[in-house]
């Protein structure tokens, strides 16, 4: 997906790995999420709302989606409604872990942040670049190589 696009579908991760990020006016990535197997990815604001999106979306390696139109996610949430619920429970869990993630961006140290990723996501950090950690965490990879070589000293 690109920024710009108007978000026609979501998407289930069935296999692999993906980035959604945004670039600054410099061109520099800002990571907001990485989505793996049994994540759910995509623009839901644009989804929604049929507004451009402002995200990338790009597979960090090779990937299994499953995309559900905005008529098929209505239809489904009609004819299933267990699979709504479901489906609130987890956008309710994401607005929490985002709220959170907000909260450390502005109350932790880039080191702390490093230490909450790795415990939160131990099967994403070893699937990930450096330099993609470092854009997630907001921080150059150069200062993640060293945050990188003194956690692992501990």
Request: charged residues 25%.
């Given at each position: ?41 995509g ?23 499953l ?38 961006g ?18 994403i ?30």
């Open positions: 997906m690109q920024a710009g696009d108007i978000t026609k579908y979501e998407y289930f991760i069935t296999k692999g790995c993906l980035k959604v990020y945004t670039l600054d006016g410099n061109g520099a990535p800002h990571i907001s999420m990485f989505a793996v197997e049994d994540y759910w990815t623009d839901m604001a644009s989804f929604i709302t049929k507004q451009p999106s402002r995200y990338f979306i790009k597979a960090t390696e090779d990937s299994e989606l995309g559900i139109s905005r008529a098929n996610y209505d239809l489904l949430f009609q004819e299933i409604p267990k699979f709504e619920r479901f489906y609130r429970i987890l956008y309710q869990r994401s607005l929490i872990s985002y709220i959170r993630r907000t909260n450390h502005i109350s932790l140290t880039a080191e702390e942040r490093f230490i909450e990723f790795k415990k939160k996501y131990p099967k950090v070893n699937r990930i670049t450096q330099k993609d950690l470092a854009a997630y965490i907001g921080i150059t990879p150069e200062f993640m190589s060293k945050i990188i070589t003194k956690v692992n000293r501990i």
